[in-house]
Nanobody
Framework: QVELVESGGGLVPTGGSLRLSCAAA????????MGWYRQTPEKQRDLVAT???????DYGDAVQGRFTISRDNAKNTVYLQMNSLKPEDTAVYYC???????????????WGRGTQVTVSS
């Protein structure tokens, strides 16, 4: 199994920055894609950013140009640098990892417990 532990959330004013971290522990071998999703009380869990083990990235439209995802494969850790934060960025941010078990053609998805990001107006 894989356990994901997020850190770095908090309260920040509009225009400020935060850096989220997510460390994977356990059976981390063959983890491919890691990323971040966010959820507000009334909305579904939406894509923020993902990154593959090779460094290919994908961003949600709402954060394009403001957030940057990065990864340290040796540490099994993914980061999210969040700049120019807006009140609408307020959400619970969840870390996600995909792992291919030996002999499997489909990945297993693992989720962290989430970290709260609140941007004051």
């Amino acid at each position: 199994q894989v356990e994901l532990v997020e850190s770095g959330g908090g309260l920040v004013p509009t225009g400020g920055s935060l850096r989220l971290s997510c460390a994977a522990a356990g059976n981390t071998y063959r983890i491919e894609t890691m990323g971040w999703y966010r959820q507000t009380p009334e909305k579904q869990r939406d894509l923020v950013a993902t990154i593959t083990s090779g460094g290919n990235t994908d961003y949600g439209d709402a954060v394009q140009g403001r957030f940057t995802i990065s990864r340290d494969n040796a540490k099994n850790t993914v980061y999210l640098q969040m700049n120019s934060l807006k009140p609408e960025d307020t959400a619970v941010y969840y870390c996600k990892a995909e792992r291919f078990s030996p002999g499997s053609v489909y990945p297993t998805h693992y989720w962290g417990r989430g970290t709260q990001v609140t941007v004051s107006s």
